[in-house]
């Protein structure tokens, strides 16, 4: 019986390790809010990591963080690196491409609790009196983050910090 049971632990073992090794390579996960107020105002909120303090819901995780800013002030070459406690981690953002109103991408490095490279995009798209943002991130998906997705849902668990982020940007976009 004792023989028995190892095995099909062993078993069940296997197959969360091969199924694991099945799943995507890359990742993406995205969100997208509606804002009463023109691309322009918001555009400076993303464009510039100095801003970040007036909406992202990272930016509240650790009340000590410490912070660094460097490269340009905003736009293309901007930087921002933080370290923070076990919730806000450890990275560094660069602003890699930056069109006026429409569209900024951030090379997104993390270093703690573990190391990634991600690609992080606004996208602010003006309809009518509003503007449609979407704040998605991508990149690849390795084998432990792959076996990880089997337990967590990182849609959701990201998911939830851009849609606070967006209303966190829509509330100061809209003052």
């Keep these: 019986m004792l023989k028995k049971t190892v ?7 296997a197959i969360v390790l091969i ?14 809010a ?3 107020a023109p691309a322009e105002k918001i555009f400076p909120l993303i464009n510039d990591f100095h801003r970040w ?35 806000a981690g ?16 951030i090379k997104l490095d993390f ?4 190391e990634t490279r991600n ?3 606004f996208t602010l798209q003006p309809q009518s009196s509003e503007t449609q943002v979407t704040w998605a991130m991508h990149g690849p998906s390795p084998y432990i983050a792959k076996l990880m ?14 849609e606070t982020g967006l209303a966190n940007l829509k509330t100061a976009s809209e003052k």
């Design 119 to 121: 690609m992080a995009e």
């Design 19 to 32: 199924y694991a090794a099945t799943r995507p390579d890359t990742f993406r996960v995205e969100r997208s």
């Design 111 to 114: 270093t703690k609790p573990f």
């Design 7 to 13: 095995l099909a632990i062993f078993a069940l073992i």
């Design 53 to 87: 303090g007036e909406w992202s819901p990272y930016e509240k995780l650790d009340p000590g963080m410490k912070r660094t800013f460097g490269g340009a002030p905003a736009g293309p070459g901007a930087t921002y690196a933080w370290e923070g406690n076990d919730k």
């Design 149 to 162: 997705g089997i337990f967590f849902n990182m849609d959701q668990m990201i998911g939830k910090d851009f």
């Design 90 to 105: 450890a990275g560094r953002m660069e602003i890699a491409e930056s069109t006026p109103s429409s569209k900024i991408a």
């Design 34 to 36: 509606r804002i009463a």
